[in-house]
């Protein structure tokens, strides 16, 4: 199943309507809708990789695009497809 991200600060405003003025069974409802219904937020998932030495080369690649950093500098993130490179793969 697809990850929807949803900005949590726009929800509680409303969170705090439900509490004050309804049940706690409705509040339940309400509150699962609005989550439902909240547009998705602008963000991107965090890929993880890691730098993989080139037998051939020694040079490192990012073990998710491929590519070359510049500079062949290990950075954090690949200035390529930024994925944050803290060795863990994706799940
Ligand atoms: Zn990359």
Not at 4 to 29: G, N, R, V
Not at 33 to 39: F, K, L, Q, T
Not at 67 to 80: I, S
């Amino acid at each position: 199943m697809a990850k929807k991200f949803i900005e949590a600060e726009m929800l509680k405003p409303d969170m705090k309507i439900f509490t004050s003025a309804y049940s706690t069974e409705l509040t339940k409802c309400y509150s699962q809708e609005a989550i439902d219904s909240a547009p998705a937020a602008d963000v991107q998932e965090v890929r993880h990789g890691s730098w993989e030495i080139n037998p051939d080369g020694y040079y490192p690649y990012c073990s998710i695009c491929k590519e070359e950093p510049q500079g062949r500098a290990m950075t954090k993130y690949c200035p390529n497809c930024g994925a944050r490179m803290d060795g863990e793969e994706n799940v």
